[in-house]
T-cell receptor, first 112, second 113 residues
């Protein structure tokens, strides 16, 4: 019940396109949902996070949409750039601790 | 403000040996968590330390252990290394309160021969 499922595993878009990454969870105790971006040779970097009482959150070109009833959340990268090419991870945790459960990751390639 | 620092960046060990990895958190952060990243299993939580006490633990065997010092620096130890322990080991730090953002270091790449 701790699993977070992420899709797709990889996607390719043209510059300016909008990659969309989806995640689904089962544990209804999860109440914090961060997204991380990871470049080769680097650790994951926190992009944006959302809590279940909010249906959408934007930070720059990154938008999270959250559907509590469906237990799904997604990341949209607006006006994507080649520099956004990276692996993206969704995650979830319970308020009482810092144990992050990660999705499997999505490798995004933005072509110039 | 300096980020999370992990040392060493790379390690090569042989089966049966033990290894100690080090993590210095962001100044002021009291929580340190450790994760293992592999191509097959992805990112998996090992354990979290807060104020020198283990607060959360993942599903790893007892060969994996850790500790935290009074200055919040943390070490992770793996004993009796197995080939399957080859991975990127990541450390993340946070202030320690509920759902505080966790910031990761660049990891230690451990290779077992």
């Amino acid at each position: 019940q701790q699993q977070v499922k992420q899709s797709p595993q990889s996607l390719i878009v043209q510059k300016g396109g909008i990659p969309i990454i989806n995640c689904a969870y089962e544990n209804t105790a999860f109440d914090y949902f961060p997204w991380y971006q990871q470049f080769p040779g680097k650790g994951p970097a926190l992009l944006i996070a959302i809590r279940p009482d909010v249906s959408e959150k934007k930070e720059g070109r990154f938008t999270i949409s959250f559907n509590k009833s469906a237990k799904q959340f997604s990341l949209h990268i607006m006006d994507s750039q080649p520099g956004d090419s990276a692996t993206y991870f969704c995650a979830a945790s319970v308020a009482a601790g810092n144990k992050l459960t990660f999705g499997g990751g999505t490798r995004v390639l933005v072509k110039p | 403000k300096a980020g999370v620092t992990q040392t060493p960046r790379y390690l090569i060990k042989t089966r049966g040996q033990q290894v100690t990895l080090s993590c210095s958190p962001i100044s002021g952060h009291r929580s340190v968590s450790w994760y293992q990243q592999t191509p097959g299993q992805g990112l998996q939580f090992l354990f979290e330390y807060f104020s020198e006490t283990q607060r959360n633990k993942g599903n790893f065997p007892g060969r994996f252990s850790g500790r935290q010092f009074s200055n919040s620096r943390s070490e992770m130890n793996v004993s009796t290394l197995e080939l399957g322990d080859s991975a990127l080991y990541l450390c993340a730090s946070s202030l320690g309160g509920e759902n505080q953002p966790q910031h990761f270091g660049d990891g230690t790449r451990l290779s077992i021969l």
